[in-house]
Nanobody
Framework: QVQVVEYGGGLVQPGGSLRLSCAVSGSIFRFSHMGWYRQAPGKERELVATVTKGGSTNYADSVKGRFTISRDNAKSTAFLQMDNLKPEDTAVYYC????????WGQGTQVTVSS
């Protein structure tokens, strides 16, 4: 059974940084594309960034230049480095594994506040 687990959320001041991790159990990781999504209170879930199994990346306009998505196939883990965080980045962040089945994590809270 595949499990997707996010780590690394928390409270950070505006302008600060956080690094989220997403661990995928099983042997599907290197065959899968990975994505980070977020959902703020009262809003729909939105795409933040994706990385294909080949390493190509894509970002939402709102995070370009501030967030970096990456993956480590040897560790079956995807990452989201978030720099220069803003209050509007506050949300629950979800990890998605897709392309070889589809699996979501339970989410991790990121709060940007002074």
């Amino acid at each position: 059974q595949v499990q997707v687990v996010e780590y690394g959320g928390g409270l950070v001041q505006p302008g600060g940084s956080l690094r989220l991790s997403c661990a995928v159990s099983g042997s599907i990781f290197r065959f899968s594309h990975m994505g980070w999504y977020r959902q703020a209170p009262g809003k729909e879930r939105e795409l933040v960034a994706t990385v294909t199994k080949g390493g190509s990346t894509n970002y939402a306009d709102s995070v370009k230049g501030r967030f970096t998505i990456s993956r480590d196939n040897a560790k079956s883990t995807a990452f989201l480095q978030m720099d220069n965080l803003k209050p509007e980045d506050t949300a629950v962040y979800y990890c998605r594994s897709y392309g070889f089945g589809e699996y979501w994590g339970q989410g991790t809270q990121v709060t940007v506040s002074s």
